[in-house]
């Protein structure tokens, strides 16, 4: 239901500034027909969000904090985990915060021929529009509200690990990481609003179901004769969290599963 803004505010509001990834026929209408006929639902507030900030490879050897200025996950992480970090836990708040020598590496990396137009392109309109810049930590912290001691606290922990002097606290490896110690400093916005790196989101949400038969379940649990729901009109496989190919997957196994039990019952 992510191209239905009524639906999304109601269920997933964490998300309704994202950018809704499908097609104008996702309006939900399976979900409230199930519902109509007594379907009840779960979930419904589960979004996969992809925030994937490689390549260029430079921004994952950055950091990634949230609000106050605390790095929350390991910055390689997978893009729909990166999302799911920022929206479900973090306020919908994500700045990537890199120096001079980074951003360096980020416009050559662009101009790798290995990459694809909306890699390069996105790239490059994010440093050139999406990159609050300051000679310092401290003036950078103060231009997007993030507190200055959190800051410098966070990046200096961060050159302590990717020097290999202690274990990074998110278990990041060493390869992937590189100090944020020369200025000027930037801060790029990848919060669910942002501007110029849309989040694209999609709902994972949908009908209860019986996990034997896929017939929709009532508000107490018990099938309804004749109703079933398959895809993502149905919780499944996928609801709870994302990775490729798991909605397709979940797709054509309960599709099957409906197919079978629809079967049996006429034979
Ligand atoms: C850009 C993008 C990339 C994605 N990449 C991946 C990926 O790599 N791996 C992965 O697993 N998932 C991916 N997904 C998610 C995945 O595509 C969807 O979750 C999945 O297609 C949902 O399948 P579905 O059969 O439930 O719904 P749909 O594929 O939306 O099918 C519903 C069908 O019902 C039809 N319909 C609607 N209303 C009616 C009506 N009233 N009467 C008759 N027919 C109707 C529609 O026309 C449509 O054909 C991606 C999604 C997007 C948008």
New binding site residues.
Partial sequence: FIMNPAMVARYAPAYAKGMP???L???G??IVLGMTAGGSTALMDKISAWRFINPPKAWSDAIVVNAKGERFVDETVYGATLGEHIGDHQGGIGWLIYDAALRKQAFKQARDPMLVPFQRDVTLLNLAFNAVKAPTLDALADKIGLDRATIAATVAAYNRAARGEVEDAFGKERSDMQPIERGPFYAMDISVESKFLPL?V?TFGGLRVEEESGLVLDKAGKPIPGLYA????AVGI?SQTYV????????FFS?RRVARHVARANR
């Fill in positions: 990834n499908g097609t026929g996702d309006q209408a399976g694209p999609i398959a895809g993502r009109t996928a490729s190919g798991l909605s397709y997957a979940d797709c599709g």
